[in-house]
């Protein structure tokens, strides 16, 4: 089954979690733990990516070694055109739309379609939209991040990703960010849109990832919580908050 078949037949049933692994943060073995962990505490896919530090040395080895360790969908999460992971199972092919820097909108793009299209790897097109703080992301995307009050520029945003045909959108806070992308935001990006909708950056507790999903996340994305330790309690308690919701039509 494709990628994006699976990502839409789970969602027709109950939110999703996946788990961001950053080949830049860990040796290849660590990450390669930390997926099969993941695997077992319930996540439903890996995203394999980061916004600095990316070779493709490390992001090879990485993505080989999580496959090697679970039986997860891969997908990669990237930076740019620089390096592409052959043997994910899929790459959101993504757009930062409220970038200043229109290599970050379609140079890139234009760059790596090719070489996706030679290896056959599967496209998920996706509108990435860097909400306040924005972090590292928003820093190297040069992105004119969306203020956390600003509703409806989020809604416009992500409107846009659906009249482009892109298959997500994705609200982006930044890795370690302090706070998540707000629930009000969410909702109304939520009510504006038919696709579905991916939120990250922040979430470290069950509860917030709870109320985002009841406020419309389909797919909650962290990444922070499995760098330090001991995180498969943490982990579990994290995916089953999050499985537990239904989708409402």
């Known amino acids: 089954m494709k990628v994006r078949a699976y990502i839409e037949k789970t969602l027709k049933q109950r939110k999703m979690h996946m788990t961001l692994l950053d080949p830049a943060k860990q040796p290849v073995s660590i990450a390669g733990a930390i997926a099969e962990k993941a ?14 530090g990316i070779t493709q040395e490390n992001l090879d080895m990485t993505v080989d070694e999580i496959k090697r360790r679970c039986s997860l969908p891969v997908i990669y999460f990237p930076s740019g055109a620089n390096a592409i992971a052959q043997r994910c199972d899929a790459i959101y092919f993504m757009s930062m739309l409220n970038s200043r820097n229109v290599r970050n909108l379609i140079g890139e793009q234009w760059k790596g379609a090719p070489l996706i299209k030679r290896l056959g790897l599967e496209p998920i097109s996706m509108g990435y939209i860097i909400v306040e703080p924005g ?12 203020k956390r009050g600003d509703n409806n520029r989020a809604v416009g945003y992500a409107i ?44 470290t507790d069950p509860e917030i990832a ?32 999050i499985q537990s919701l239904e989708i409402r039509s």
């Open 135 to 146: 972090m590292r992301v928003g820093e190297v995307g040069e992105a004119d991040v969306i």
């Open 39 to 52: 695997a077992a505490a319930g996540t439903d896919a890996v995203m394999v990516g980061g916004s600095t």
């Open 210 to 241: 709870r109320r985002l999903c009841r406020s419309g996340a389909d797919i909650v994305v962290t990444g922070t919580l499995v760098e330090n330790g001991d995180f498969m309690d943490p982990l579990r308690e994290m995916v089953a908050a």
């Open 160 to 203: 846009a990703a659906e009249f482009f045909g892109m298959a997500l959108v994705y609200l982006e806070a930044g890795s370690g960010s302090p706070q998540p992308v707000p629930e009000d935001m969410v909702s109304s990006v939520r009510k504006n849109i038919a696709i579905p909708l991916v939120v990250g950056g922040g979430i």
